[in-house]
């Protein structure tokens, strides 16, 4: 695997790749869930390239940037070994110069829920993916489905700015519990881990009670209560899984989506809604 940090020899680099070319973007702090999205890239492409890079633009004020886990040569040897063909790894500093200050906006839907959360963060992730994504030049670019608005915020400005690469959509990894793997997981101590897969219980029982025709309001109610009880719910909703927008006549394409806080780690989750209701 070549490892490159200057963002002046990537595109050169990547071009003569056999293609098609599949791109797996990461901030590090790998796990299961991001090696299935290098599996994914791997089996559709005759070339994978794969990028490590912590983007400060996507974390607010008073957000983990500093605190966020870094392991790059582990990183890069779970990179090596999953068959990545080169690792693309700039600096800060290579990535966003002095004079740099393009922001890209996704307009309303980066605004709800984690958007509303987090203000800033989606222009954060759509202006380093764009930027990456000219960089490297893709065919097909991975996304994993735990961070679904994020997927729905990309296919947008992808589809606005007539960006030519395929998204791909990798299902969420999850422990055997049900927790969806997320770097953010570390953060967890012995209780708040044996209450966050709440988390995805409280999903769950929110679609089957949808499934079973209930109104959303008392569907949100029933699954409300099966979260863990020092869990603190930021949102529980039914948003179209295209526009994110909430719906309440549930039909799908759509994802249940949910956000909760476990002491001082907000975790996210969702479950799509692929089927219509019987
Ligand atoms: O999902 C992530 O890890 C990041 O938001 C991404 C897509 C690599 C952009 O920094």
Same mark, same amino acid.
């Given at each position: 695997? %070549?490892?490159?940090?200057?963002?002046?020899?990537?595109?050169?680099?990547?071009?003569?790749?056999?293609?098609?070319?599949?791109?797996?973007?990461?901030?590090?702090?790998?796990?299961?869930?991001?090696?299935?999205?290098?599996?994914?890239?791997?089996? %559709?492409?005759? $070339?994978?390239? !794969?990028?490590?890079?912590?983007?400060?633009?996507?974390?607010?004020?008073?957000?983990?940037? &500093?605190?966020?886990?870094?392991?790059?040569?582990?990183?890069?040897?779970?990179?090596?070994?999953?068959?990545?063909?080169?690792?693309?790894?700039? $600096?800060?500093?290579?990535?966003?110069?002095?004079?740099?200050?393009? $922001?890209?906006?996704?307009?309303?839907?980066?605004?709800?829920?984690?958007?509303?959360?987090?203000?800033?963060?989606? !222009?954060?992730?759509?202006?380093?993916?764009?930027?990456?994504?000219?960089?490297?030049?893709?065919?097909?670019?991975?996304?994993?489905?735990?961070?679904? &608005?994020?997927?729905?915020?990309?296919?947008?400005?992808?589809?606005?700015?007539?960006?030519?690469? /395929?998204?791909?959509?990798? /299902?969420?990894?999850?422990?055997?519990?049900?927790?969806?793997?997320?770097?953010?997981?570390?953060?967890?101590?012995?209780? /708040?881990?044996?209450?966050?897969?709440?988390?995805? %219980?409280?999903?769950?029982?929110?679609?089957?009670?949808?499934? %079973?025709?209930? $109104?959303?309001?008392?569907?949100?109610? &029933?699954?409300?209560?099966?979260?863990?009880?020092?869990?603190?719910?930021?949102?529980?909703?039914?948003?179209?899984?295209?526009?994110?927008?909430?719906?309440?006549?549930?039909?799908?394409?759509?994802?249940?989506?949910?956000?909760?806080?476990?002491?001082?780690?907000?975790?996210?989750?969702?479950?799509?809604?692929?089927?219509?209701?019987?």
């Amino acid at each position: 695997m %070549r490892l490159i940090a200057d963002p002046a020899e990537v595109r050169g680099l990547c071009s003569s790749l056999p293609r098609p070319l599949g791109f797996v973007p990461t901030m590090g702090a790998l796990h299961e869930g991001h090696l299935a999205l290098v599996a994914r890239a791997r089996e %559709r492409s005759a $070339s994978v390239v !794969a990028s490590l890079f912590v983007n400060p633009l996507q974390f607010g004020a008073g957000e983990d940037l &500093q605190r966020y886990p870094r392991d790059f040569a582990g990183d890069r040897g779970k990179l090596e070994a999953a068959g990545v063909d080169l690792l693309f790894g700039p $600096s800060p500093e290579a990535m966003y110069p002095a004079t740099f200050s393009t $922001s890209i906006d996704a307009g309303s839907m980066a605004d709800s829920f984690e958007g509303a959360i987090r203000p800033g963060h989606f !222009a954060g992730v759509a202006t380093v993916v764009v930027k990456l994504l000219h960089l490297v030049g893709p065919d097909a670019l991975f996304l994993g489905q735990k961070d679904a &608005q994020q997927t729905a915020v990309l296919h947008r400005v992808i589809h606005d700015l007539a960006l030519p690469v /395929e998204v791909e959509i990798v /299902e969420t990894v999850r422990e055997a519990d049900g927790l969806a793997l997320s770097s953010r997981n570390a953060y967890l101590n012995e209780s /708040e881990r044996a209450a966050a897969p709440t988390l995805h %219980r409280c999903l769950l029982a929110l679609r089957a009670a949808l499934e %079973r025709g209930a $109104s959303k309001s008392e569907a949100s109610a &029933q699954a409300r209560g099966t979260l863990a009880g020092g869990a603190k719910l930021d949102y529980l909703d039914v948003v179209d899984a295209e526009t994110f927008e909430p719906i309440d006549d549930v039909r799908p394409p759509a994802f249940v989506i949910g956000a909760a806080r476990f002491g001082t780690t907000r975790l996210i989750d969702n479950l799509w809604i692929r089927e219509a209701r019987a």
